[in-house]
């Protein structure tokens, strides 16, 4: 068995907070939800629905308008109460609609009825998305029609690549969605190869979960909608950063290679966006609820619910038996604060921000009064504006795991001098972003996140 990884960097990432991978749990019905107009690119989506309006479940709420803006739908039925300012702790405000649940579920424990998909062409699919509202479901979340639409037709040919890489136990609802609902995963790939025009399907896999890739690929090759397109799975390695898109097209390239297969492009997409788009094209539904993992050190029993888009976070952790009996500084018995995503790059959030379509896990840091509790927090980029910050001891730990094959430590100390040049942006400009540097550095310095800032301020004054 071939497995594909990188030769340099990198870090075997283990949380024991993280809730485990076997399989997930339904989650209570919020009695209101917070949907938030503006995504955390800034791209905004205007209400269609008025304050004192009822609303039934699953139907739209607010209309995108415009690139990186998608439709909203209602995950409960109810009464539109009113509109609020919502801002995150990203210091993103946007205004968002507040919903109480009232009156009866129209989708909810009925029966569903499959719709025909494979005599729909690229185009009807991808307008099919954008009316269900189906976007990225990680990261910016980024419209899916809009990443489709911009795959001009070129001569190379184009493969659509699962990300199924778990190189980080945060990652466990991606797993928990793969294990329960493979079918879905894989008929969702088909469609978005559909719609894509791509001429090859290929699930990557990290090693442990060969048996995970061996299901997904035998389920694509039985589907008779895979007619033509060529299905094959790649073996990954499980060091983390392996799931990045700069990775992940490296392993892919170096598979086609060694395969003797054109190399082309990828398209590389999660099991929770093909899932999103089995819903839209197939059930004809907007994505409702998504597999979230929720942990932490706070948190008495970590663990993987579906719950529904809008539940407040603190909701989520009562459901996983709320917090450890601690105390925070003010004398409470709640966290500070919570990260939304992998405790390695997540931000952070207050108790009462709702579960968005990219929120794939949600984590509890210790609280301060917590024995060992700096232990916990070192890898926490989110809680570094919490901690003493330290100076750098030139150990080299940052150069020996960055898979970019950079020197943070001297990139870092560059742009602390203020003595920017093209030069330190072309050097930069090489990193992925991973956060390696920062989870090993003793000093909890800020690399990745000064390394990123330069970037982004770079790239404004070049436009």
Partial sequence: MKVYSFSKGGIQFEDGFAPRQEHSRLAFLPETVIMPLSTEAGCRSYPVVLPGQHIEEG???????GAGSANI????PGKLVKTIKWGTESGVVSDALVIRLEGSFSRLGKSKTANEW???????IRSLLAEYGVIEMEGLGRPLCDILSALEPTREPLTLAVRCVFDDPWLAADYCLCNENPDEVVEGGLIAARAAGASAMIFAVSAAEKRLGEILTDAAKRNEAAGRLAVASVTAGSRYPQHSDYEMNAILSRHAKNE???????????PATLAAVYEAVVMRAPVLERYIAVGGPAVKRPAVLKARIGSRLRNLFAECGGF???TNDAGGS????????????GRAAVLDEPVLKTSRAVFAPAMKSDKGVLKSLLRLKSARKFMPMAVCINCGECRSVCPAKLDPEHLYKRIKTGKHSDSLLQMVSGCIGCGCCEAVCPSKLPLCAAIARFTFKGAARAV
Avoid: M, N, W, Y
């Fill in 73 to 76: 739908h209602s995950p409960i």
């Fill in 260 to 270: 003797g297969l054109a190399k082309g492009r990828f398209l590389i997409l999660s």
């Fill in 324 to 326: 450890r009996r601690k």
């Fill in 334 to 345: 709640e966290p500070d604060f919570a990260v939304i995503g992998s405790p390695l790059l």
């Fill in 118 to 124: 494979t005599g729909l062409s690229g185009f009807e």
């Fill in 59 to 65: 139907v739209l709420i607010a209309r995108g308008q």
